[in-house]
């Protein structure tokens, strides 16, 4: 196992459950191998009575279980040891989920669905994950559903210190556009940087006046409508520093 010595992540977390109690947003963040990881669970599972949220959470302690306990650091082969923890252990329900290590300056990550990662570079731009979808409003999803493991989007970036990841839940991606997420980081922060990405996400979903990344996605799906999306936000802040 490669650790890289010359850089790391530093990162700090933020989480706004929609229901102010658990949510069904679920993440982990492991220093020590430098792998960061997010799920959401489907809300639908909740029209059956199954806690729509307890998926994700046990996909991601299943992950830090794959990391800590069995000392696997691919982020493919973690996701696959808790899926198939989950399958043994037969939880219910459904989730997506991203998975991050940073290694020898190179981004590695796994992504199932409309969770995922930004990167900003000088407080601009770069690059985001791609989001899988079957249609609008309906993402690729681990668990009880077809897809598995083997569908992620493996990803591999290399970094530069001053770097900053943003890994998120789509409570994140829906309702903030990439000039509001640069704001944000052009901003000198009283407090976390996820802290305000959070905020002003939940802020922005209960808009109903206003444009957002899922009105204008459900726009070109033929739904058209206005205002954010109210959901679970999650959002990671991953600092690329040198040693």
Request: proline residues 4%; charged residues 25%; glycine residues 8%.
């Amino acid at each position: 196992m490669e650790i890289d010595h010359e850089m790391k992540m530093v990162c700090e977390c933020y989480y706004i459950p929609k229901d102010e109690i658990i949510g069904e947003d679920a993440h982990f963040v492991c220093e020590d191998k430098q792998i960061i990881g997010v799920a959401d669970g489907i809300g639908g599972w909740a029209k059956r009575g199954i806690d729509a949220g307890e998926y994700a959470r046990q996909l991601m302690n299943r992950c830090i279980n794959a990391i800590v306990d069995n000392d696997i650091t691919h982020p493919r082969q973690i996701l696959e040891e808790a899926f198939m923890a989950n399958a043994k252990a037969n939880i219910q329900g459904s989730s997506t989920a991203c998975i991050l290590r940073l290694n020898n300056g190179v981004l590695h990550a796994v992504n199932v669905g409309d969770s995922g990662f930004m990167l900003f570079r000088n407080n601009k731009f770069i690059y985001r994950s791609p989001t899988q979808q079957w249609r609008f409003n309906a993402p690729y999803q681990l668990g009880n559903s077809r897809d598995t493991p083997e569908c992620a989007v493996e990803v591999k970036i290399a970094v530069i210190p001053g770097d900053i990841i943003i890994l998120g839940t789509d409570g994140l991606f829906d309702n903030m556009f990439v000039s509001d997420i640069e704001e944000v980081l052009r901003t000198p922060p009283n407090l976390s940087d996820a802290f305000w990405l959070a905020e002003y996400s939940r802020h922005y979903s209960l808009k109903k006046d206003r444009k957002s990344p899922f009105s204008e996605a459900a726009t070109k799906a033929g739904q058209p409508c206005t205002g954010g999306k109210f959901d679970d936000i999650t959002v990671i802040v991953a600092r690329i520093v040198s040693q």
